[in-house]
């Protein structure tokens, strides 16, 4: 079965610093789809960027970029420029291609916080 | 409808009631999520719905739970004689499809439930 860690229960980040937050998963499977998503107090979880496992060039999405690496089986998000606005949860996400398996596998999160 | 819909948004509920919890999906959109979130802690799968069937439903913690899609839109997630380890926050998304297809998931404000 698949499962994705994130290892940092929580970061904190200087307003316009970058930061990374990290993501490893384990999987046996070779095509798949790595999600990062943002939950801000509001609850509603936001898609901040999405990788699929085939393409060897990393997302970006403006501030947003991953550093994919398939065989380490790594998938970290930085930010940059951080805005105060970028303070919430962020959540890794796997999805596995094969059928009947399409379910999104999330880690337990990592809490950013942004100083002013 | 703009997005994905749940109903209500916060339910109290008394130890041993039963309660349903409502998704109204994206208009279209023929798979269908329920996740878990505990104070604090990551997404826990509950069960998938392809259309009206349910290919993947491992993530249901006891046969208290259970859910239904109708019409290949609503679903309702019913949890039967709560307990209080059932108080948590219950996120519903819906995306295009299975496979390659329409990856990202839409993820409602979530049903905040807490049992007494």
């Known amino acids: 079965a698949q499962t994705v860690t994130q290892s940092q229960p929580e970061m904190s980040v200087q307003e316009a610093e970058t930061v990374t937050l990290s993501c490893t998963y384990d999987t046996s499977e070779s095509d798949y789809y790595l999600f990062w998503y943002k939950q801000p107090p509001s609850r509603q979880m936001i898609l901040v960027i999405r990788q699929e496992a085939y393409k060897q060039q990393n997302a970006t999405e403006n501030r947003f970029s991953v550093n994919f690496q398939k065989a380490a089986k790594s998938f970290s998000l930085k930010i940059s420029d951080s805005q105060l606005g970028d303070a919430a949860m962020y959540f890794c996400?796997?999805?596995?291609?094969?059928?009947?398996?399409?379910?999104?596998?999330f880690g337990t999160g990592t809490r950013l916080k942004v100083l002013a | 409808g703009a997005g994905v819909s749940q109903s209500p948004s916060n339910k109290v509920t008394e130890k041993g009631k039963d309660v349903e919890l409502r998704c109204d999906p994206i208009s279209g959109h023929t798979a269908l999520y329920w996740y878990r979130q505990s104070l604090g802690q990551g997404l826990e799968f509950l069960i998938y719905f392809q259309g009206n069937s349910a290919p993947d439903k491992s993530g249901l913690p006891s046969d208290r739970f259970s859910a239904e899609r109708t019409g290949g839109s609503v679903s309702t997630l019913t949890i039967q004689r709560t307990q209080q380890e059932d108080s948590a926050v219950y996120l519903c998304a819906s995306s295009l499809g299975g496979g390659g297809v329409g990856t990202e998931a839409f993820f409602g404000q979530g049903t905040r439930l807490t049992v007494v």
């Open positions: 996400a796997y999805r596995s291609v094969s059928v009947g398996t399409y379910k999104y596998i």
